[in-house]
């Protein structure tokens, strides 16, 4: 027999004896599936695809998903498989070490499968010895990490280190030097050692023969797989017949599936967010109001217009009122639509409406110790301190927090125990597909007999609060594994570690919106609203009358965006505004109008303020009361800077000249001007009004048309009149019917 004869009947032999042993070891890991039905522990897979170049979103996408497939595993007591299908191509090898420092250490439950079907040369190689097993197509070929030249003295030494740690029986730190080395040279020896002896083979470089052979080792066979100066790239058939770096030669998914009892389903891959990933970070904290509200929604227009897909919100919140957390929570929910990722991140603790956003978000991220709970706390008590909402509002927070779970595939009776923790939640599994869920007594008895009931957790059904924090809301797979800090939340979502993650800040707008809502601007806006209405009726130069329209212009401005106003309270500002000019310039008096114009002033300004109409709760009281308090003491203020300005104006050298002065009173006060008839000196008689006293019943012509106010001339007497019903058209002859001080009241002849 040849020496080549020899070798191909030593290769069939060691290729029987493995696939044998192969197969021993698979029924042992998995066990057997008995036809019709699924066996207890039959693993759950996942397939993953590594391309080039390899980049930090990649390495997000990895760590990602393996550490939600060993929780779920976990979960369901069944073995784990991530598969990772390995592409050619080159990457930077710090990409490619931060990866295989994960896949080697990170996820230990986890069998990670490099499956290479193609050939895959340099330092993506690396990723396969990283894992627990390899699959190699037969023809495809894997290793020269250095393509043709010796690699990096300290990528070496990783490299080393990393199969040293012996996760793949299989790979050696002989076959590593062979991978990196050109110059090297390895040979499949055959050895009989120890006492008693035992026959094992393995690769083994000339040093290493040698030293075998010091330790009294018998070296029974040999072969050159790798010769000097040639690059160490090893195909999936010679390897396999070898019995070294594979465990088995596939050339598809499929045949991978097969070998390992994977469920067909586990060759889909969850796809990510398609582009690479631009951030931004929104801080939500303090009080989540309805100005915190809108606040927040004009920060996510702006950064989603700038391009961001990836929108992290940090939860650092005391706490959330229920009408705003819910509808910021709707708006976040649907942002997948527009291919945007949420990120709830909560480095302490997310209480009260909070949670609703944090359960709206793709995803959630807890510090270990960081805590989500008491989501019924929603209802705003005395001293702006939020407490138990009632019955009613807690039933919205727990239906709420359910439907957003079952958007994100969470479990809704985790979320719901958020809000209510009365009804106890129970560890379930399907009786064919072996998943494991969360339900109540009441789901389970819409599921229809699919879920068998199990125990219950051990934190729900009791009187205390339900509280998740980071490590329990991964066991239960209601978020994902906790993250210490901002950089492993990076790491985590494939960010690069270069970026800063800072909030994104407010603009001028937003600044001056949160000023203007205080309630002592509010208090200042109303006072010198009004006192500028005052003086625009004493002083008509318009400017007066700017700063009015300024004044409340700004205040409902503030309140628009500040999420208690609407369109309708506007309106109704200025129809009481439109009602008052009726009043004052169309029909003189004080009647319906004038009453029906300041109610709706009123009314308009106190509802802009607030978002409910008529108060149910004490908050809602008390928020009444603070504006209702506002109103009135800008009221006060104006009356005792109005009567200051009464006193003083008139002789101020700048305004002396522009406050209006009665007709006729020059003559009997000199240069004098008085705001206020009670100001006027009383013991002299104003000769106008004795002369309109004397019109009664007298008859003269109109001189303009009066709709109804008008002029008309009663002998040589210029006189303003007031119709007293319809229009009289210029020319016409009138009566004088009523004389009221200055007010002359004529009808037509």
Excluded at 67 to 90: F, T, W, Y
Aim: net charge negative.
């Amino acid at each position: 027999m040849t020496r080549h004869d020899f070798s191909a009947v030593l290769r069939a032999g060691i290729v029987v004896l493995l696939v044998s042993n192969s197969l021993h070891v698979v029924q042992a890991q998995f066990g057997e599936a008995p036809a019709g039905g699924v066996a207890k522990g039959e693993p759950i897979g996942q397939f993953l695809t590594l391309g080039a170049p390899l980049d930090d979103a990649a390495f997000g996408m990895v760590s990602r998903q393996a550490l939600e497939l060993e929780n779920r595993a976990k979960q369901e007591q069944r073995p784990g498989i991530l598969v990772l299908e390995i592409k050619p191509g080159s990457s930077p090898f710090h990409q490619v070490q931060g990866l295989a420092k994960f896949l080697a250490n990170e996820v230990p439950s986890l069998t990670t499968v490099a499956f290479v079907p193609q050939t895959v040369r340099g330092h993506h190689a690396v990723l396969a010895l990283a894992c627990k097993e390899i699959v190699l197509a037969p023809d495809a070929e894997l290793g020269d990490i250095g393509l043709g030249k010796a690699v990096d003295l300290d990528d070496r030494q990783f490299v080393i280190n990393l199969v040293n740690k012996r996760h793949n029986a299989r790979v050696s730190e002989a076959l590593a030097i062979g991978m990196f080395d050109p110059q090297s040279e390895l040979t499949w020896v055959q050895l009989e050692m120890g006492d008693p002896p035992r026959t094992e083979s393995r690769l083994e470089t000339p040093a290493g023969i040698e030293k075998l052979l010091a330790a009294r080792a018998v070296v029974k066979q040999r072969q050159v797989v790798k010769e000097a100066g040639v690059p160490g790239s090893f195909s999936g058939e010679k390897s396999r017949s070898y019995g070294f770096l594979v465990a088995n030669t596939a050339d598809s998914r499929e045949e991978v599936v097969k070998l390992y009892k994977l469920p067909r389903e586990a060759m889909r891959e969850q796809r990510e967010v398609a582009a690479a990933p631009k951030a931004a970070l929104i801080k939500v904290e303090g009080l989540l109001d309805p100005m915190q509200q809108q606040f927040i929604h004009r920060q996510i227009e702006r950064t989603i217009a700038t391009g961001v897909n990836l929108l992290v919100f940090e939860l650092d919140a005391t706490a959330g009122l229920l009408g705003p957390s819910a509808d910021v929570a709707d708006a976040i929910s649907e942002l997948s639509k527009q291919n945007v990722r949420t990120v709830a991140y909560v480095p302490q603790q997310a209480t009260s409406g909070i949670v609703l956003i944090a359960v709206a978000c793709d995803e959630i991220y807890l510090r270990p110790t960081a805590k989500l709970s008491d989501a019924g706390r929603i209802a705003e008590g005395p001293g702006g301190q939020l407490v138990q909402g009632s019955k009613t509002d807690i039933a919205i927070v727990k239906d709420k927090l359910a439907d957003l779970a079952r958007r994100h595939e969470r479990s809704p009776a985790i979320a719901g125990a958020l809000a209510d923790n009365s009804e106890p939640v129970f560890r379930v599994s399907h009786r064919d597909r072996l998943q494991v869920r969360y339900m109540t007594d009441a789901e389970l008895h819409e599921s229809t007999g699919d879920w068998v009931k199990g125990e219950a957790l051990p934190e729900t059904g009791r009187a205390e609060l339900f509280e998740l924090d980071g490590r329990r809301a991964h066991e239960l797979g209601f978020a994902s594994a906790p993250v210490e800090d901002h950089d492993a939340l990076k790491q985590r979502l494939g960010l690069p570690a270069a970026m800063r993650l800072e909030p994104v800040q407010p603009n001028w707008v937003d600044k001056l919106v949160f000023i203007l809502n205080r309630t002592e601007m509010t208090l200042l806006l109303f006072m010198v609203g009004i006192l500028c209405i005052y003086m625009e009726a004493h002083v008509p130069s318009g400017f007066f009358g700017i700063c009015a329209g300024l004044c409340f212009g700004l205040y409902f401005w503030s309140r628009f965006l500040g999420g208690t106003a609407v369109w309708l309270e506007v309106i109704l500002f200025l129809l009481g505004v439109g009602c008052l000019a009726l009043e004052v310039f169309v029909v003189p008096g004080f009647g319906v109008f004038g009453v029906c114009g300041g109610i709706l002033v009123l009314a308009s300004l106190i509802l802009a303020s607030q978002t409910f109409v008529i108060p149910h709760s004490d908050s809602e009281f008390h928020e009444l009361t603070r504006t209702v308090g506002s109103l009135g003491g800008a009221i006060l203020g104006f009356v005792g800077v109005a009567a200051l300005i009464g006193k003083y104006l008139p002789a101020m050298p700048l305004f002396n000249k522009l406050v209006l002065i009665p007709p006729g009173a020059e003559e009997l006060h000199g240069d004098a001007p008085h705001l206020r008839p009670d100001l006027m000196p009383q013991q002299a008689a104003n000769p106008l009004l004795e002369r309109d006293s004397t019109l009664l019943g007298r008859e003269g012509v109109s001189l303009t048309v009066l709709r109804p106010a008008g002029k008309a001339q009663f002998g040589d007497d210029l006189v303003d009149v007031v119709s007293e019903g319809p229009f009289i058209t210029q020319g016409r002859r009138i009566e004088v019917i009523e004389v009221t001080g200055n007010r002359v009241v004529v009808r037509e002849v």
